[in-house]
């Protein structure tokens, strides 16, 4: 009896040694490459952009020389062409453009030579993730923008051809968010595609109608049902890191990122871009 018992146990054993074998495949080699792409519709009463604006919100590249860290140049590149393959109108990258810190050698301009490639007719913005400055903030600034890309800093630009503004808010973990010196140079009432690093910036933000994207979270890499994310930064709420959020009664889209930072895993939580369309309701109220 003792023995048919051991001989019970030890097939559980080998059954969960197999399951854990097989969920550590997945989550190492499967799914942090197995990018999505997410179409979203936004409604924007009074919209007073061009009807139907495609913007394409791709964040948390943290580029790569090497295979374990997943997003290598190559597939960097690759995910470029399928973004520029669906036309959109504009461009918002959140930041977290390198791994680490450029440890394996990449560089800024490694980085700026692959998102320079982007194509959008009204544009490609950017603002810088906590990465990227604590590689080299000045020199990634000047890296993208002579590779075409506007960085912005607790700026507001004009959308060109529109009478949308786009918002850049500067990264909180460096210490470079401002939402209120970006937000004065708003003209009262303007609607606006707002981009910032880390959601927790929107705590501070001055509402503006429109589109509000975040980034940093990864959605936590690893999404348990029932709970959340594994991780979330900086007391962010576990339950909050990915999709549409409530900020003080404002929503904000929270992109799980392309990449991967620290631990080289996703379970339950893909990579994604982000299209967005935007638009005014069929019956404004």
């Known amino acids: 009896m003792l023995l048919s018992a051991l001989r ?12 854990l074998a097989l969920l550590a495949a997945w989550g190492l080699l499967i799914e942090p490459r197995w990018v ?6 936004v409604v924007v009463p009074g919209w007073r952009g061009p009807p139907g604006l495609k913007v394409v919100v ?14 290598t140049i ?6 470029v062409d399928e973004i520029n393959a669906a036309k959109p109108d504009v461009v918002l990258l959140p930041g977290d453009f390198i791994y680490g810190r450029g440890e394996d050698g990449t560089t800024p301009e490694d980085v700026a030579a692959v998102l320079g490639r982007l194509r959008a007719p009204r544009g490609v913005y950017a603002v810088l993730g906590n990465h990227d400055w604590w590689t080299d903030g000045p020199r990634f600034n000047r890296a993208l923008t002579a590779a075409g890309v506007r960085v912005l800093l607790n700026e507001a630009v ?8 786009v918002v850049g808010i500067g990264d909180r973990t460096s210490m470079q968010s401002d939402p209120i010196r970006a937000a004065h140079q708003l003209p009262a009432g303007a609607q ?7 959601p927790a910036s929107a705590l501070d933000m001055r509402p503006a109608p429109g589109l509000a994207v975040a980034a940093h979270t990864h959605g936590g890499q690893v999404w348990i049902p029932f709970h959340g994310s594994a991780v979330a930064p900086h007391g962010w709420p576990k339950n909050k890191t990915h ?4 900020v003080h009664g ?6 799980s990122g392309l990449g991967v930072s620290i631990y080289p895993v996703r379970i339950n939580m893909r990579p994604e871009w982000v299209m967005f369309t935007i638009g005014a309701p069929a019956h404004p109220s």
């Open 36 to 41: 999505a792409r997410r179409d979203l519709p």
């Open 74 to 79: 190559a597939r960097a590149n690759a995910i």
């Open 58 to 71: 791709a964040s948390d590249w943290h580029i790569t020389h090497e295979f374990k860290h997943v997003m």
């Open 243 to 246: 999709g549409w959020v409530d």
């Open 250 to 255: 404002r929503p904000v889209y929270i992109t």
């Open 192 to 198: 606006a595609l707002t981009l910032m690093h880390d």
């Open 8 to 19: 019970k146990l030890f097939r559980f054993l080998l059954f969960l040694l197999l399951v």
């Open 158 to 165: 004009p959308l060109p051809g529109t009478d949308v503004w």
